[in-house]
């Protein structure tokens, strides 16, 4: 089974960038479609964006698109998140999960398995 990990969290100012990673443990990675979520205190864990196994297939949540990219590196058992143009509603903790399927899914309870998560902090 796949375990999880997130890394590049951070602190930055408004406009700034910052690029998350996944780090993937097992040998059936890219058996996965990959997802990133959000959630801040008192809220419900709410989509970002998805990738499907290959990588072929991309989603974005509306709050994000055109300012986030999701890519992954099977041979790197590595999904990632490229933000750009940060703003203070994108602070969150952000999690990265694993949906053993092949199609591409935002539900939050369609994913099998999650990370722990990672801080972002975006300041005005």
């Known amino acids: 089974q796949v375990q999880l990990v997130e890394s590049g969290g951070g602190l930055v100012q408004a406009g700034a960038s910052l690029s998350l990673s996944c780090a993937a443990s097992?040998?059936?990675?890219?058996?996965?479609?990959m997802g990133w979520f959000r959630q801040v205190p008192g809220k419900e864990r709410e989509f970002v964006a998805a990738i499907s196994r290959g990588g072929g297939t991309t989603f974005y949540a509306d709050a994000v698109k055109g300012r986030f990219t999701i890519s992954r590196d099977n041979a790197k058992n590595t999904v990632y998140l490229q933000m750009n143009s940060l703003k203070p509603e994108d602070t969150a903790v952000y999690y990265c999960?694993?949906?053993?399927?092949?199609?591409?899914?935002?539900?939050?309870?369609?994913?099998?398995?999650w990370g722990r998560g990672t801080q972002v902090t975006v300041s005005s």
């Open positions: 097992g040998r059936t990675f890219s058996s996965y479609a």
């Open positions: 999960a694993a949906d053993f399927t092949v199609v591409v899914r935002r539900s939050q309870y369609e994913y099998d398995i």
